[in-house]
């Protein structure tokens, strides 16, 4: 089942140069290519429909500051199941919970600045790409 989901690299992993790494990561995957990757900064409005669904939360107001604190690299991936794919390389939400071997188990630091984001299932991916990526 080929997919696409949405990535994005946070601002924590531009700031410390993981970029390349993480990236490295969704490349070695047999089968998943790369389509479409730009470096941007996100205004609030962007991250305002992104996040939506966490509207109201303690953490919310936070998340969308530090998601607008500088660039993202925002990335189209294709392929196998990429949506499960790229969820399980990032690892789950909390890096402290995150296994070694994961992004986030890797090189996360704390709950909110956790490097990465993946679309959670298509009905996401597809409500995202159209966001980030309308063109394409
Ligand atoms: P994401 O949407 O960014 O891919 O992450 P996720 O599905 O693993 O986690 P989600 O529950 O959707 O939360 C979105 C992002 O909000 C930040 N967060 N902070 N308690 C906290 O301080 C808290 N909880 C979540 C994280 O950046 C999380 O990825
Ligand atoms: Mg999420």
Redesign the pocket.
């Known amino acids: 089942m080929t997919q696409r989901t949405l990535v994005?690299l946070?601002p924590d992993a531009v700031r410390r140069a993981l970029v390349g790494e993480i990236i490295g990561r969704i490349e070695r995957k047999a089968g998943w290519s790369i389509t479409a990757l730009e470096l941007r900064t996100l205004d609030e409005g962007t991250l305002e429909q992104h996040?939506g669904?966490?509207k109201g939360r303690?953490?919310y107001e936070?998340?969308i500051e530090?998601m607008a604190s500088g660039p993202v690299v925002a990335l189209v991936v294709e392929g196998e199941r990429v949506i499960e794919g790229v969820r399980a390389l990032?690892g789950?939400?909390d890096p402290i919970a995150a296994a070694p071997g994961s992004i986030r188990g890797d090189f996360g630091t704390i709950?909110?600045?956790?490097l990465?984001?993946?679309s959670?299932s298509e009905e996401s991916a597809i409500r995202e790409l159209k966001l980030f990526f309308p063109e394409h």
């Open positions: 994005l946070k996040y669904e966490h303690p953490f936070p998340l530090f990032a789950p939400t709950v909110r600045e956790n990465i984001h993946a959670d």
